[in-house]
């Protein structure tokens, strides 16, 4: 596996009240230590706990996604709820610490005009490897 980027964090935007940690890692082919070498591909690992929950990984929700492309995968939900009468996803939006700021938007996805700032570095993607993406068609 590869190394993991970590935050743990406190969310307070009603209906997602709790607690999130939301990790990156790069990965890496089980036949060697390198990255991959036609692409670097990324795994988001989140783990979302309601506030007043049980420490019991039964009261925990995780989910990992992958993709090619880093720029898509900041952009995924942390969790969804159904609450309100509507489906509504909780997304990070800035990831300057002590200053994260977090949004929910109806439905399963961002809005696409909306931005994420403060991304550390690490999760920062050069245009050149952006347009290097292959084509992956999603699969209906």
């Known amino acids: 596996m590869g190394r993991w980027q970590e935050f743990i964090l406190d969310v307070n ?3 997602f009240v709790g607690s999130v940690l939301v990790a990156y890692q790069t990965l890496i082919p089980l036949s060697g230590k390198g990255r991959p070498k036609a692409f670097p591909a990324w795994e988001r690992l989140v783990i979302w706990k309601p506030r007043n929950s049980e420490n019991a990984l039964c009261a925990q ?3 990992v996604n992958t993709d090619i492309c880093l720029r898509k995968l900041v952009r995924a939900n942390l969790h969804g709820d159904g609450s309100l009468g509507h ?4 997304y990070l939006m800035d990831y300057a610490p002590g200053r994260e700021v977090f949004q929910w938007f109806e ?3 961002l809005p696409q ?3 994420i700032v403060g991304l550390p ?3 920062e993607e050069p245009d050149k490897i952006h347009v290097s993406h292959p084509l992956v068609e999603e699969m209906p």
């Open 61 to 63: 929700f995780a989910h």
């Open 87 to 90: 489906r509504v996803s909780l």
């Open 13 to 15: 935007k009603p209906p």
């Open 107 to 109: 439905g399963e996805e």
């Open 121 to 123: 570095p690490t999760l």
């Open 113 to 115: 005009q909306e931005l």
